[in-house]
């Protein structure tokens, strides 16, 4: 019996780990919501790449290898050589990205100017038989063949609008060789084709670097002395975090779908609206399932690990040291692009190759907003989602495939994507905090980025 003197009995303590609600069919619906928007993305994509747009626009990988053609060629004869083999060899690499006939048509106004003659008439006119958007075409190119280079506005601006700097090329072409614009087309050429060169060189000995640094880590990780580790969390921990995945995917996809769908216009900073609330949600809903704030910024990676200058470097070396990752995922996909004929390519570049201030958009969207919303999304919820109920090798692939097939590069910018992906997971691992995989995408996007500019 106790006495008035006796305390009463102490509360039971709180346990700490988090109270959250969890529910194994809310996880189901979670996956089914991402393998259904992966899918649709992925056909999405494909529908795109088999139905050709009425309007014809110009080709910018295939321009690109033009421009880099004509630089070729307008280096070599600098140096008073001729390389007959050229216009050979090029072609061969030029047609692995031509789509159709209008492509058929550029590819041969190219081929014509590396072999420096004209396309024959009767190669032009099987071409405008075969397809009839090409006929006003092939009157505009004979034109400018019979007034060397001077064509009526009516024929000319819709030719350059259709195929840009092609267009130009063959315009100079048709000018003779001491024309000024086709010097200023062979200088332009000249130009893209160093900065090729001079990229490609510079990514070499960057790769060179970064196979030193990530044989110098797996030796280390061997050793015990570099330490790759998430802290492993229950499956409704994990449940949870995949749930908030699935529902930014889905709310990504959906609301600009939604508002297109809608009776009235809208304005198109909207669009980005729908994609913060997307974001906002997603991160968010871990804690509306009560999962508590500690609990929610060490899962996601929200804090300043070891500080912020020491985790942007780590973020800087990590990357360099995934580039001989990211080179085998490009060889991959360049076997991709021999199997099935299909092109990495992304909208992005036509962006660049444009005007104005949509370039300026392209890169704070390439450097700022997605580094920060994928990492949150990609490497704060749906990696350490998937490590709760998989190894961590099998998470990294799962959340790096899905992270692959949702960007518009089509099924041979996977294996590169890939590599990328599962180098910014190896950095949370390594890391724990956010800062160095949100640094490493910045780094790579922007120098993407650098290069466009650049070429463009």
């Known amino acids: 019996m106790e006495t008035p003197a006796m305390p009463p009995p102490l509360p039971a303590p709180v346990p700490d780990s988090p109270q959250y609600r969890f529910s194994k069919t809310g996880v189901v619906l979670a996956f089914a919501v991402i393998t259904a928007c992966a899918l649709f993305v992925l056909r999405t994509n494909a529908e795109q790449q088999r139905d050709e747009s009425p309007v014809v626009k110009p080709n910018q990988v295939l321009e690109l290898l033009a421009r880099y053609a004509v630089g070729v060629k307008g280096l070599v004869e600098s140096t008073g050589q001729k390389d007959a083999g050229l216009a050979v060899t090029v072609m061969r690499d030029v047609k692995t990205v031509a789509r159709g006939e209008v492509d058929e048509l550029r590819i041969l106004l190219l081929k014509g100017w590396l072999n420096d003659t004209w396309p024959a008439e009767a190669e032009l006119a099987a071409l405008a038989a075969k397809n009839e958007g090409l006929r006003q075409d092939v009157a505009a190119i004979a034109q400018l063949k019979a007034m060397q280079g001077n064509v009526e506005d009516g024929l000319w601006q819709p030719f350059l609008k259709r195929h840009g700097w092609i267009a130009k090329m063959t315009r100079a072409q048709a000018g003779g060789a001491k024309d000024q614009a086709r010097q200023e087309i062979v200088g332009q050429a000249i130009g893209t084709t160093l900065v090729l060169i001079g990229g490609t060189s510079l990514g070499m000995l960057a790769a060179v670097g970064g196979l030193v640094l990530m044989i110098m880590a797996i030796v280390r990780w061997r050793k015990g002395t570099l330490r790759l580790d998430l802290k492993r969390r229950d499956g409704g921990h994990g449940g949870v975090l995949v749930e908030g995945f699935a529902i930014y995917l889905g709310l990504f996809l959906f609301l600009p779908s939604l508002q297109r769908a809608l009776p009235f216009h809208l304005p198109r900073w909207t669009v980005y609206l729908a994609m913060l609330v997307a974001l906002i949600v997603g991160m968010c809903w871990p804690l509306l399932r009560g999962m508590r704030g500690k609990c ?161």
């Open 296 to 456: 929610w910024r060490e899962s996601m990676g929200l804090h300043g690990g070891q500080g912020m200058l020491r985790e942007m470097g780590a973020g800087m070396l990590g990357w360099l040291a995934a580039l001989p990752l990211i080179v085998l995922g490009m060889i991959a996909a360049s076997w991709i692009t021999k199997l099935t004929g299909q092109f990495p390519s992304h909208p992005i570049v036509e962006v660049f190759a444009g005007d104005g201030w949509a370039k300026f958009g392209a890169i704070m969207l390439a450097v700022v907003w997605a580094p920060v919303s994928e990492e949150l999304m990609f490497r704060g919820l749906l990696f350490p989602g998937l490590t709760a109920w998989l190894r961590w090798v099998p998470g990294m692939l799962v959340s790096a495939f899905v992270f692959a097939v949702i960007h518009p590069q089509g099924w041979a910018g996977v294996p590169a994507i890939m590599a990328l992906a599962a180098a910014f997971s190896l950095l949370r691992m390594w890391r724990q905090s956010l800062i160095a995989p949100m640094t490493a995408h910045a780094l790579n996007n922007g120098l993407m980025c650098a290069m466009m500019l650049l070429l463009w």
